[in-house]
């Protein structure tokens, strides 16, 4: 490997690193959006709430009780937030190892997502945690307990960060105009992709295993073995809907920064995206069917918790389908928009059933989240928004890399040995 | 062995799932070598001097309750009381039975706990510790008798449980409730020897127990044994948890997850190389080998 010869800094057109940060870090955009009047508050809202939480407990702003240890900020932050966040797993084994270069466009963009999601779950996961300063224990060393899934998980999550950050860090090199670092970045994508993709697919289907030893407290209709299985199938098409639907968000949003190729591409990245998810939920349908049968499950479904499950599997996995199978041959961006939706709803029911609703269904007295936790469950999420929306205003996401960076990717991709070019 | 070295070099996430069934395979030899309880649900009057005693030795306070309705209502064990004598209206009368912490020979909890801070001791008893525990609940999700308890309004929360006074034991002494009973409802000593008076009670006195152990398989075993003149479904025992240990329902997961972590890298990157040029191939299998090394 040819070490390049250029050193590079700041660019010197953006004069001190100083400056050009003071810059970068003021507002850009306008200050009075309807996003902005909502989001405000609620994390103000959101801020006095952890107040009480971390003097006065969980019990202080949470329904959280001896018979339901865990409530909304797992089962829907952390439990179907990471559901949510596959999609930046799928895309990338769809562009790096398929090599499906029509997907390229958005790339940026799902990792970032995916990034700053599972940073913000986290985050919710420890303000769950009772306590969370010794949250260190399971990761210094000094006390592994080896057999928990939730082990497992939780380093996954760490080294998952870190891999989507080194995916991700190239971005950061083109924004400081850092040409070396970021040649040596951009070499090491292709190793943190196959290495994200494993934890991926063991984390997904780590967060159903979870759940494995409430066995009894479970209902029938939602336990089963292949838990984890289901978890990581549903994961691929929760990712797909995601950049979906988020996509057709940014798509208006930051219209102005779109490279004129993610504006050419919009369309036909949405189809193809559709008919791949259409096709994972077939293979979904088809396993609950099996384990359907497997598990004798007939004998529940004449019974409400059965018209509630056919809610779930039929309403939000089987329509959806159907419409992104229609959709995505019709090319009809409604219908694959009113697909994502349906199937995200049918990813959070799946894991809030299997969380929270369906969990000791047989209790004569239910937890339902307070008011406090979905506001903070939507603190957490506009806060990663706000982030979201600095990054993209600032670093080349949906925007183009500057020329110097696809020259050198450019070089990089078709004679990956050639000393120094671009400079 | 070799294997295992193998499987180890994967890493702190390979090893996982090594030593999870590797632990509870050595812990299944020494089991019947453990201490635990024997309970005669026959014998307990119902007095609650065992609740007294059980606050007094571990600091808590001493149980409130309304003498009047005592015996209408169940209460569940909580983060102030460990343990709890609750009446119940059974097809044999009003029957007493004291419930507590099981103390699972394969316990969910402590393979559940990520720090460790549940643990199963040698003596028996399943402890909690402070220094460990993150407060993550997941003991909670897992223990199938819903013991595990949790102090939600304090902003320095324990998880709070019955530890078969095992300060206590490591002194030589039995627990503190098993000591103070007047009517010697229970008694402490080695599981098997638990288990084999017990199966003697029920043998010599036929019509006086049904014919059942409560706690000799399950959930894979505990440490309290229970036998009653009455099924214990009328004592608001749980019948449905089955005889496999809790544990093992995990065990196919985690012995999944070395061979992940090694098959998918490689068919990834095999994949990888199917899909594109030739000569682009190398340099980047060149690539990932150097960064995984
Ligand atoms: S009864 Fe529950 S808390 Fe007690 S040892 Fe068994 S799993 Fe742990
Ligand atoms: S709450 Fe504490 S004791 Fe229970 S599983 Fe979590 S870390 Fe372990």
Not at chain 2, 228 to 257: I, N, Q
Request: with cysteine.
């Amino acid at each position: 490997m040819g070490a390049p010869a250029s050193i590079s800094r700041i660019s010197p057109e953006r004069g001190s690193v100083l400056s050009f940060l003071r810059q970068e870090l003021r507002p850009k955009g306008k200050l009075l959006t309807t996003f902005n009047m909502i989001s405000i508050p609620i994390m103000a809202a959101t801020a006095v709430i952890l107040f009480f939480r971390f003097s006065q407990g969980l019990g202080s702003v949470t329904n959280l009780n001896q018979e339901f240890p865990w409530g909304l900020w797992v089962g829907f932050d952390v439990i179907t937030g990471v559901a949510f966040a596959g999609g930046a797993y799928v895309l990338t084994f769809m562009v790096y190892i398929l090599r499906m270069e029509q997907y390229r466009p958005i790339i940026r963009a799902t990792i970032l997502n995916g990034f700053l999601a599972y940073i913000f779950y986290s985050i919710a996961l420890l303000l769950d945690l009772g306590r969370p300063w010794n949250v260190i224990n399971p990761i210094i060393g000094n006390s592994f307990g080896l057999s928990s899934v939730l082990f497992l998980v939780a380093w996954h999550f760490l080294l998952y960060i870190t891999a989507e950050a080194i995916e991700f860090s190239p971005a950061i090199a083109e924004w400081l105009g850092l040409k070396r670092i970021h040649r040596v970045l951009t070499g090491l994508t292709i190793a943190t992709v196959i290495f994200g993709i494993t934890l991926s697919t063991l984390h997904q289907s780590g967060l159903g295993a979870l759940f494995m030893m409430a066995k009894p407290k479970i209902h029938p209709l939602w336990y089963s073995e292949f838990i984890p299985l289901l978890f990581f199938v549903s994961s691929i098409f929760a990712g797909i809907s995601m950049v979906l639907f988020e996509g057709g968000i940014s798509h208006r949003v930051f219209h102005d920064r779109l490279t004129p190729e993610i504006k050419q591409s919009h369309d036909r990245i949405m189809t193809g995206l559709a008919r791949i998810a259409g096709g994972v939920m077939f293979v979904y349908l088809f396993l609950s069917a099996l384990n359907f049968l497997h598990g004798r499950l007939w004998q529940h479904i004449v019974s409400g918790w059965g018209l509630w499950y056919l809610a779930e599997v039929i309403g939000l996995v089987a329509m959806p389908m159907v419409l992104f199978v229609v959709g995505s041959a019709k090319n009809h961006k409604g219908m694959i928009r009113t697909a994502a939706v349906l199937s995200l709803l049918g990813i959070a029911l799946n894991r809030l059933n299997i969380s929270i609703i369906a969990f000791k269904w047989y209790a004569p007295v239910h937890y339902i989240p307070n008011v406090m936790e979905v506001v903070v469950t939507a603190g957490v999420i506009c806060a990663e928004i706000w982030v979201f929306r600095w990054i993209v205003l600032r670093m080349p996401v949906l925007s183009a890399s500057p020329a110097w960076a696809r020259r050198q990717a450019d070089v990089e991709r078709e004679r990956p040995n050639v000393k120094e070019v671009a400079a | 062995m070799e294997r295992r070295e193998f499987l180890k070099l994967v890493g702190a996430l390979g090893a996982t799932a090594v030593a999870g069934p590797e632990r509870a395979e050595a812990s299944a030899t020494e089991l019947e070598d453990s201490y635990g309880v024997l309970l005669d649900v026959s014998q307990c009057d119902g007095c609650r001097t065992c609740e007294l005693a059980c606050a007094e030795t571990n600091g808590l306070p001493e149980p409130e309750y309304d003498e009047d309705t005592l015996d209408e209502i169940v209460r569940p064990t909580s983060e102030t009381q460990w343990s709890v004598v609750n009446c119940f209206d059974t097809s044999a009368g009003d029957v007493y039975v004291k419930k507590q912490c099981m103390h699972c020979s394969t316990p969910a909890c402590a393979s559940a706990c990520l720090t460790k801070a549940l643990l199963k001791t040698e003596e028996g008893p399943v402890i909690w510790r402070e220094d460990k525990c993150m407060g993550c609940r997941f003991c909670m999700l897992s223990c199938p008798f819903d013991v595990p308890k949790f102090e939600y309004d304090s902003a320095n929360p324990r998880i709070q449980k019955c530890r078969m006074c095992w300060e206590r034991q490591i002194e030589g002494e039995m627990p503190a409730c098993v000591e103070e009973c007047p009517s010697d409802a229970m008694v402490f000593g080695k599981r098997s020897e638990l288990l084999e008076i017990a199966r003697e009670r029920i043998h010599q006195n036929p019509g006086d127990y049904v014919s059942h152990i409560y706690g000799e398989h399950e959930a894979g075993g505990t440490g309290w044994l229970y036998i009653s003149p009455v099924p214990f479904e009328e004592l608001g025992f749980r019948t449905d948890l089955g005889e496999k240990a809790y544990p093992e329902y995990v065990r196919p997961f985690l012995t999944t997850v070395p061979v992940v972590l090694i098959m998918w890298p490689a068919f990834l990157l095999a994949l990888r190389q199917a899909t594109g040029p030739v000569a682009e191939e190398t340099v980047d299998a060149d690539h990932t080998q150097q960064m995984e090394v």
